[in-house]
Structures are given as C-alpha cells and as structure tokens.
C-alpha cells in the first residue's frame, strides 16, 4: 500500500477554490493526484474515514505517519504550514474517501449511495442536488438577525456534478432520522441490512490516540473523540452540553444536526438552516430534550 501525493501546490490551488467556492476544480485537483493510488490497504481507509486526518499541526501528523505512507501524501520537501493544513485536510480527505467509492465501485458517489444505501431505507428525499418538483420543499438559509447578511450555502436548486464525500447532500428531518435509526438498530431497519453490528460498533468508538495533538480547531469539543464519521461521547464531564457515554453526533455546516444516543436509545434529526445561530441551537436543542428525560 502506498499513500496519495499532494504537493503543496495542489493543496494550495485545493484551499482557493473551496474558498472561492469551485468545488468542481478542487475536486478535479483531488483526483488528479489519487490518480493510480493503491487503495488495498485497511489502514489507508481507516485513517483517511477518521479526523486524524485533520487534526493537529501538519509538521507533527506528517512526522507521526511518514513511516506507514498513511499521510496525507507530502513529500518531505514540501511540507505545507499548521494553518494551511488545519483549514483544508480534513475536508479533502472526505473528497478523496468519495472518489475511492467510484473508483472501487464503477459508479458514481451520487449512484452508489442512492442504490446502496437512500433507496433500501426508503430515504426517497435525499440527493446531491433537489429535482425541480421538490424546490417549494426547500428551507431557504436565514440572515443574520443584527446585520442581515447571508451565508452563501451550495445552491441545490442546480444541477450537480461534483459528488463529494463531505458535502453536498440534501435531505429531509424524515429521511435522516430513518439513517439514525438503522445505525442505532445496530446497522438495520425495517428488515433491510446495512451495516453489520460490528461495524457500526466500530465506526462509534473512538479512534484518536493521545499522541494526536487536537489543537484549537478541534470541532468535537471537549470530551468527545472521534469515530469514523462521528464524534463519539467519552466521558459524562468536559463537554458543555448533556449527552450519554458512547453517544455520537456530527453536524452540518448551514445548521443541520443529528446525535445517536444508544444508552437512552434515542435519536435526534434537526434540520435547521441557520449557520450563524447553529451553536447556539444545538446546545439549546441537547438541553431541551434532556432534561425531558425523567426515567
């Protein structure tokens, strides 16, 4: 097995277009580079599906992985800066996960997770992109309620061609809480099977080792590590909200969020569309369903 390579152009031609908001051209970058990449290896899935991947000073990651070429492809030569590497890993190394699913596949992102996973959990809403006959159905992202500004989402009213594996997914509260339920059945709902218990066990439990430095870009927050897609609950203390031991969640970057709850065997879709206030809601959300729990 042999890691991918990014030179630090490519990763910088990557953070300008996702900051200017060219996610095809970043996505072109990306593939440019995996481009005959071996993905046999378990390990390279595992670190690329984990946050490790974006967590803490590139210079230490870099050092840390360099010996089992797991990294995120820098020569040594060209070691990008902490800042440049915080702001940009974590993110492509979803891209990258969605394009190893259509190469091992023969199919596209879009095509694989509509046949593999919306289509047997009847999760008829959920799509890259909303069909013209649902765009009334659209919740439209709110202002700044101070200054009236608004946060330029992905525009889901077009037609997409980038299917990327950290973003771009739209879907309804009803189709997410069916994916919440199957993974809190241990991987099955209503008779189909997605995932083996095991699996979803694996993927729930925390993967970052303490020699992982977080930093203070660590979006989980204290007390939480990570699984592979989720930040999974530690321990009762350290974190500013409510939750249970082995509880995972993450969230979206205009409002939306879901948490799974195994030990009050309890699942929450929240399908808000307000990026400014996000934080806000979902600690008032946590506190709000909680504290309904008296038995």
């Not at 974006?54 to 990651?61: D, L, T």
């Not at 492509?92 to 996960?97: E, S, W």
């Not at 200054?147 to 525009?155: A, E, Q, S």
Request: one cysteine or more; a negative charge; hydrophobic letters at 35%.
């Amino acid at each position: 097995m042999r890691g991918y390579r990014l030179t630090q152009q490519q990763l910088q031609q990557i953070i300008d277009y996702y900051d200017t908001g060219d996610y095809q051209s970043a996505y072109r970058v990306i593939a440019s580079a995996t481009e005959g990449t071996d993905y046999s290896g378990n390990s390279w899935f595992h670190h690329a599906a984990t946050i490790n991947s974006g967590v803490g000073p590139a210079s230490q990651f870099i050092t840390t992985y360099m010996d089992v070429s797991i990294y995120m492809g820098f020569d040594g030569e060209n070691i990008p800066t902490d800042d440049m590497y915080q702001e940009a890993s974590n993110e492509i190394a979803r891209a990258v996960l969605g394009r190893v699913i259509e190469v091992a596949s023969g199919m596209t992102l879009d095509q694989f997770l509509r046949t593999t996973i919306f289509t047997p959990l009847r999760m008829q809403d959920t799509s890259f992109g909303v069909p013209e006959t649902k765009h009334n159905r659209i919740a439209e992202n709110i202002a700044d309620i101070e200054t009236g500004r608004k946060i330029n989402l992905i525009d889901v009213k077009k037609t997409m061609t980038l299917f990327a594996g950290g973003h771009g997914l739209s879907s309804t509260a009803d189709d997410y809480l069916r994916f919440c339920q199957m993974m809190l059945n241990g991987g099955e709902l209503d008779g189909t099977r997605i995932l083996s218990p095991k699996t979803v066990r694996f993927m729930s439990t925390n993967h970052i080792n303490e020699n992982i430095s977080k930093g203070n870009l660590y979006l989980p927050g204290p007390g939480y590590g990570f699984g592979l897609g989720f930040a999974t609950r530690l321990e009762d203390g350290q974190s500013v909200w409510p939750g249970s031991v082995g509880e995972y969640f993450w969230a979206g970057y205009g409002g939306t969020y879901f948490w799974i709850d195994p030990a009050e065997e309890l699942v929450v879709s929240f399908m808000s569309q307000d990026p400014y206030r996000r934080n806000e809601h979902r600690v008032l959300l946590r506190n709000l369903v909680y504290q309904s729990i008296i038995d």
